[in-house]
């Protein structure tokens, strides 16, 4: 059983910065692909960025250029560092994990963390 834990969440202002991280035990983490989705009350679940098992990235059109997903395969661990944050980036942030880059892409991972409140006030 994959066990993510999500940290870094909280409220900034608009314009700054949030750094979450999303370590992962009980999984060879090395060979997952991770990724963050994140959700408002009322909407579904949004895919926000995806890294691959070999480093591949890619994003959502809302956060490209303001947002960066990163590994570090040696803590099982993946980051979203978030810079020029807006009051619409304001959700739950959730981790997510799976062997298969579609199952992250899709919102279907064999593995959720437990989400992570980020407000972003205006």
Not at 36 to 42: E, F, I, N, S, Y
Not at 65 to 91: C, H, W
Request: charged fraction near 15%; hydrophobic fraction near 40%; glycine fraction near 12%.
């Amino acid at each position: 059983q994959v066990q993510l834990v999500e940290s870094g969440g909280g409220t900034v202002q608009a314009g700054g910065s949030l750094r979450l991280s999303c370590a992962a035990f009980g999984t060879v983490f090395r060979l997952n692909v991770m990724g963050w989705h994140r959700q408002v009350p009322g909407k579904q679940r949004e895919l926000v960025a995806v890294i691959t098992s070999g480093g591949t990235v890619m994003y959502a059109d809302s956060v490209k250029g303001r947002f960066t997903i990163s590994r570090d395969n040696a803590k099982s661990a993946v980051y979203l560092q978030m810079d020029s944050l807006k009051p619409e980036d304001t959700a739950v942030y959730y981790c997510a994990s799976d062997l298969r880059a579609a199952a992250v892409r899709t919102g279907t991972p064999a593995s959720w963390g437990q989400g992570i409140q980020v407000t972003v006030s205006s």
